[in-house]
Every structure is written in C-alpha cells, then in structure tokens.
C-alpha cells in the first residue's frame, strides 16, 4: 500500500532560499500487516492473542460508536 506524504527534508533542506522553499511531494510505500509466525510458518500464540486483543478492542470501539450515537 502507498500513500503520499509531504517531504520535509527536501522542505527542511530549501526553506532559507531566496526564491523560497521546494515542495515535494513523495510516496512512501507501507509494509503489509501480516501474522506473526515461527521459523515453520505457524503462528504464534502471540500473534494469536494480538490479533485476538486487536480484533476486540475494534468491535468494542464500534460498539461503543453505535451506543453512544
């Protein structure tokens, strides 16, 4: 997955130019999120539990949408 995002180096390294700073844009790419596994490729029980604690802590949070709304 990619998304675009503001260069700040770039930004950072031309901002005292006479004519003003460059703007850039750049696309960074994001690593996927991908199940925790041992050297023979099963998961491990703490990468079971985490997506176990994830996936719970999002349906509380959409619960709690749908309660308060």
Do not use: H, Q, W
Not at 24 to 35: D, G, L, Q, R, T
Not at 43 to 62: F, K, Q, S, W
């Amino acid at each position: 997955m990619r998304f675009p995002k503001f260069d700040l180096d770039t930004y950072n390294r031309t901002k005292d130019l006479s004519g003003g700073p460059i703007y850039a844009i750049v696309e960074e790419e994001i690593p996927e999120i991908e199940m925790i596994t041992d050297e023979n490729g099963n998961p491990t029980r703490g990468g079971l539990i985490g997506y176990a604690l994830a996936y719970v802590c999002m349906a509380g949070l959409v619960g709690a949408m749908f309660y308060i709304l």
